[in-house]
């Protein structure tokens, strides 16, 4: 890969990342319950990703019965990864729900020996403690009445469930487009959440329509798309990193759209665990 082409990915991949981490600023800002938001969100996103797959001609075959249960069962843990990230979001604020939420690399690290034959690598016990600390650094107040409180372990809860998907998914079904495999995550979560809309008030899409559309195709659709696809062109350790950027683009569109500033706990607890996401990279990369 020479230097413009390398150049080139790299702009993509860091725009990938803009537009992935705009889903803090809106899902704060968007106005309708959590569940309502994250069904919207999903059929939106399934409706855009059916169109390109027809339009790239991306085969939808899943192979057989266990690849099924695996597709599903993902979805269900994505699910609950991004209405327990929402509700983090809207109970403190978009930098803490987005910090807690950059748990899941190391999360996943401590859980994956549970799904394969990998050694708990004695540095991710560091590393997690590591993590302990930032987490008690974001919420200084271990008042369960606390809102702040209440943002940190949703934002957690949300990273463990995140960690659970991939693990399940990263085996199994590593041989499906990755275009295809979103859209069916998302068209199961619209499935499964439909009930939803019976019980709860969904009246707000008149106004939220527009902001709703830019969760659905710019961050769900076109950003994770284009996420993955630069995985083609740099090693997973290397788009982490980048990846691990997003809680910084999201701090700073939500000081300009919804004037939030962040604490001095929040910069000191977020530079942890941001610490913890770089070490694992660079450590992962030399392997």
């Not at 079904?173 to 990755?178: D, E, G």
């Not at 076109?222 to 910084?248: C, D, E, R, W």
């Amino acid at each position: 890969m020479n230097a413009k082409s390398h150049l080139n990915h790299l702009l993509w991949l860091t725009i990938a990342t803009i537009f992935i981490s705009t889903s803090g600023a809106l899902g704060k800002f968007i106005d309708m319950p959590t569940p309502v938001i994250i069904w919207w969100r999903s059929a939106l996103a399934a409706v855009f990703l059916f169109i390109f797959c027809l339009y790239k001609g991306i085969h939808l075959k899943i192979e057989n019965n266990k690849d099924r249960f695996m597709f599903f069962l993902g979805a269900v843990f994505m699910g609950a990864h991004w209405i327990t990230y929402f509700y983090a979001l809207k109970l403190s604020n978009v930098a803490i729900g987005m910090l807690s939420l950059l748990t899941f690399p190391v999360i996943t690290a401590l859980l994956e020996p549970f799904f394969s034959k990998a050694k708990l690598d004695p540095i991710h016990i560091v590393l997690g403690l590591m993590v302990l600390v930032g987490i008690y650094i974001l919420a200084p107040e271990f008042d369960l009445e606390s809102n702040q409180l209440q943002g940190v372990l949703f934002g957690v809860l949300s990273a463990i469930c995140y960690a659970l998907r991939i693990l399940i998914l990263k085996s199994q079904v590593a041989k499906y487009n990755s275009t295809m495999l979103m859209f069916y995550q998302v068209m199961i979560m619209a499935i499964l959440l439909l009930p939803i809309l019976y019980f709860m008030d969904s009246s707000n899409i008149k106004t939220q329509y527009p902001y709703i559309i830019l969760l659905a195709v710019l961050t769900t659709a076109i950003g994770h798309t284009l996420f993955v696809n630069s995985l083609k062109y740099f090693k997973a350790s290397t788009a982490s990193i980048i990846g691990s950027t997003q809680p910084v683009f999201g701090i700073i569109i939500a000081y300009f759209f919804l004037n939030e500033i962040p604490t001095i706990h929040t910069f000191v607890g977020g530079g942890i665990i941001l610490a913890t996401v770089v070490i694992e990279s660079i450590r992962s990369k030399s392997k």
